[in-house]
């Protein structure tokens, strides 16, 4: 368990970290990178079976209200969407 939740803190550092440079309009190379370390940590946690989709989805959202403020509606997903 200790495991998974230093995983998960470093993917919020990492998160936290593209959000920052989104906002101060960093160069698209360098945005893409940060990215694509994004992409592929938590890829290694879903194929590791660290966390699920669903508990990365959750870490996501909560790292873009932190950085970006509250969403300005909520999405409800349907099962016809599903």
Request: hydrophobic residues 45%.
């Amino acid at each position: 368990m200790a495991a998974k939740m230093e995983m998960i803190g470093e993917l919020r550092k990492m998160l936290r970290d593209v959000f920052a440079l989104r906002s101060e309009g960093s160069t698209y190379p360098r945005l893409a990178r940060a990215h694509g370390y994004v992409d592929g940590y938590m890829k290694a946690i879903l194929e590791g079976g660290v966390a699920s989709k669903e508990e990365l989805l959750r870490v996501v959202a909560e790292e873009r209200e932190a950085a970006n403020g509250p969403a300005t509606r909520q999405m409800v997903l349907t099962e016809s969407a599903a």
